[in-house]
Structures are given as structure tokens and as C-alpha cells.
């Protein structure tokens, strides 16, 4: 999409590292820097961890596929060659969530910023050199950023003087050391918009009116919503699993239930406050942790993961007709 903002991840395969040297983040960061020159992104922020990388920037031009493309599959040539290995280096394409306007902006860079944090592999975003944090602190290291970094942008929008603005900026990343904040990107609708209610249905409109392309998989799942219903009957279906079932918290291993949850979730306008009064009265923090735990198996257990995406699939086939009489 043209003047698009997404918030974007690649993953290792199951989960394996990306990078295991220096030399292999510095050709990382080479990479991203010609690729995002060429492409003219404005990329707000970013961070290489060990098994993935995330960035949150904007195409002037609709080429972030084209663009990802070059940068994992360039990186994946030379990382493959260094260690003598074959085989795929990413866990399938590219993660996007399009993303509203630029006030997502702080929370999205703050959450990226805190990944080593989060991992442990940092005490303070500062120390960690593989992101762009320290532009957002410090001066000296701004100066001397790429020129596709903008910085600025997501700076200024709390205050025009930037010694104010990075202040701000640092107490608020500190807040979230203090007090882990929910991701931002869980507030995403099925997984794919970042935005209001209004916008997010223009947003199908316009993909709904566009031609399949079959080199964007979700574009169907983007375009319509497959009814709560169909979902909710694949799943019982599949697990041949009745209404109730879906409701039992304290079953162990109840994957019929947190398939439910997560499909419903991914696939929908649901928001966790309903699936959790929906799915057995539980907390907010409850349902949560269960997408949370669904999530991160997808990337350690193949065989989920070829669950849910075949459920996926049969969930986002024409929608069922219900026949009268």
C-alpha cells in the first residue's frame, strides 16, 4: 500500500537464530540500509534480536513486499553460505500489521525498543547496540543515524524541542521497564489492522474491491470477516468438541478451547474482554496469556502450527449459507 505504515516481523524457523555473530548483525544492518534507501521507507524504528528483527516504518511507495523480500532473502543467501547450511532461514513470509496513523507511533517504538529488555539480554534499551533506541536518546548517535531513520517524526509529536521530547521519551520507555505494558500489536484486528473500528472497514472495502494476488495470501482473510459461527463449527468439527467444552478452564490440554479463542481473535473484530466473559467468565490477563501461549507454540511445535493454519484455511473458505427448513 502506498504511504503505508506497518509494524513488521520476520522470525527465525522454529524459532532458530537469525544472527550468531557480529559480523552477521553488521551484514543484517548493511542490508536493511540499501534496501530501505532504495525502497525511499521512512523507517521509524527498529531491533535485530537473536531469532527475529522488528521494524515499524512507512512506504511512500507500495513496495513493502518487494522490499522484504530483497532484505530476508539477501540475508538468508549470505547467512546460509556463511555456515554452510540450506534451507529456509525465516518461519514462512513476513509478519505486517497496518497500522492507523503515526499516534501509535511512541507506544509501537517503545515496545520494539524493549525487546532486549524483555529478553533479558539488556538491562536498559540503551546498552543494547542492535536498534534504533539510542538515536531516540541521544543526540550525538542521531547525528549520525541513517538518513532513512526518522527519528524526528516520532519525536516531535510530543513536543517541537527534541531535548523536551527525548526527556519524555525516556521517562516513558523507563515506564515500561518498571511495568511491562501489553503489546500494542495485541490490539490488532485479526492480527493484520492497528487502528479505529471505522478505519479498519474502509480498509476492507478497499481490499475487498482489489484483484487476488496470489503473492498476498491474506488478502481474502483482509478483506472479510468469516462469520463467529463458522468459526466456532470448524473447531468443534476438527476436535469433535461440543459448545461446552470450549468453556472449561481447568481442563489440561483443552487445545480445542484455546484453538477457539485464538482463531476468533486472529479472524475477527473480538475484542479479549468479550473472549473472556465468552469463554468461561475468566480475566482479561487470562485470555491474554492463553494467546500469548498459542502464539509462541506456533513457532516451537510444527505440528500446531499446521493446525491452525489448516484451520485457518477452512475458516476462511466461502462463507456457509445456512439452509432454511
Known amino acids: 500500500m502506498a504511504n503505508g505504515l506497518y509494524h513488521v516481523t520476520a522470525r527465525g524457523w522454529e524459532r532458530g537464530v537469525i544472527v550468531d555473530s557480529e559480523r552477521d548483525r553488521e551484514d543484517w544492518l548493511r542490508l536493511l540500509d540499501r534496501v530501505a534507501a532504495r525502497s525511499s521507507w521512512r523507517v521509524f ?10 521494524l515499524l516504518l512507512r512506504t511512500p511507495e507500495p513496495n513493502l513486499s518487494a522490499g522484504m523480500h530483497d532484505l530476508n532473502s539477501g540475508y538468508a543467501s549470505l547467512f546460509n553460505r556463511r555456515y554452510r547450511r540450506s534451507g529456509s532461514l525465516f518461519q514462512g513470509r513476513f509478519k505486517a500489521i497496518l497500522v492507523e496513523d503515526q499516534s501509535h507511533a511512541w507506544e509501537l517504538s517503545r515496545y520494539i525498543h524493549l525487546n532486549p529488555v524483555r529478553a533479558k539480554m539488556a538491562p536498559l534499551p540503551e546498552q543494547y547496540r542492535w536498534s534504533s533506541d539510542s538515536a531516540y536518546r541521544f543526540a550525538r548517535d542521531a547525528a ?11 519525536l516531535r509529536e510530543h513536543s517541537k524541542d527534541l531535548r523536551n521530547a527525548r526527556r519524555a521519551y525516556q521517562r516513558f520507555v523507563e515506564a515500561g521497564i518498571a511495568e ?3 503489546s500494542p500489536v495485541k490490539s490488532a484486528v485479526g492480527g493484520l489492522f492497528l487502528g479505529r473500528s471505522s478505519w479498519v472497514e474502509q480498509m476492507r472495502k478497499e481490499l475487498a474491491e482489489e484483484p487476488e494476488d496470489a503473492k498476498v495470501p491474506q488478502r481474502r482473510r483482509l478483506a472479510w470477516r468469516p462469520a463467529e459461527a463458522d468459526i466456532l463449527r ?22 480445542a478451547r484455546v484453538a477457539a479463542v485464538y482463531l476468533l481473535r486472529r479472524l475477527t473484530d473480538k475484542k479479549v474482554t468479550t473472549l473472556a466473559q465468552q469463554f468461561g467468565g475468566v480475566s482479561v490477563a487470562a485470555i491474554s496469556k492463553l494467546l500469548s501461549r498459542a502464539e509462541s507454540r506456533r513457532g516451537e511445535d510444527p505440528h500446531w502450527n499446521s493446525l491452525l493454519e489448516e484451520l485457518e484455511l477452512q475458516c476462511q473458505s466461502k462463507p456457509r449459507r445456512s439452509k432454511k427448513g
Open 234 to 255: 470448524v473447531v468443534q468439527d476438527h476436535f469433535g468438541a461440543g459448545p461446552r467444552d470450549l468453556k472449561q478452564i481447568r481442563r489440561h490440554g483443552n487445545d
Open 45 to 54: 524504528s527498529w531491533v535485530l534480536m537473536s531469532n527475529h528483527f522488528h
Open 144 to 154: 549520525g543515524a541513517a538518513a532513512w531513520l526518522d527519528w524526528e517524526t516520532v
Open 180 to 182: 511491562p505494558p501489553i
